[in-house]
Nanobody, 122 residues
Framework: VQLQASGGGLVQAGGSLRLSCAGS????????MAWFRQAPGKERQFVSV????????YYEDSVKGRFIISRDSAKNTVYLQMNGLKPEDTAVYYC????????????????WGRGTQVTVSS
């Protein structure tokens, strides 16, 4: 069972990136899928979560209005469209899957991807 995140890179402030997280080895259809991030020297931080049925999405306050989470259950994939990127968004971004309904607690996520680096230059 694996989650593979991709799409990170180096972008200038104000730019956009789209992260993808593809699941393999099992279906994540009935899992909440989330993105977390971890900047150097900081704890892992919740970014956004998408409930399994799409009825609920939540965002960390600093990314509201800039980031959009979506998923394609047929492709077993969750996405994070990041617009208006800021230097403070620089971090390694991780995707995760949980059977808990749209939780923000990292401890409740059973499956984690390896992470993809996002670097925003000023």
């Amino acid at each position: 069972v694996q989650l593979q995140a991709s799409g990170g890179g180096l972008v200038q402030a104000g730019g956009s990136l789209r992260l993808s997280c593809a699941g393999s080895g099992r279906s994540f259809t009935y899992y909440s899928m989330a993105w977390f991030r971890q900047a150097p020297g900081k704890e892992r931080q919740f970014v956004s979560v998408h409930s399994w049925n799409g009825a609920n999405t939540y965002y960390e306050d600093s990314v509201k209005g800039r980031f959009i989470i979506s998923r394609d259950s047929a492709k077993n994939t969750v996405y994070l469209q990041m617009n208006g990127l800021k230097p403070e968004d620089t971090a390694v971004y991780y995707c995760a899957a949980s059977r808990s309904p749209y939780t923000r607690q990292s401890s409740e996520y059973e499956f984690w991807g390896r992470g993809t680096q996002v670097t925003v230059s000023s």
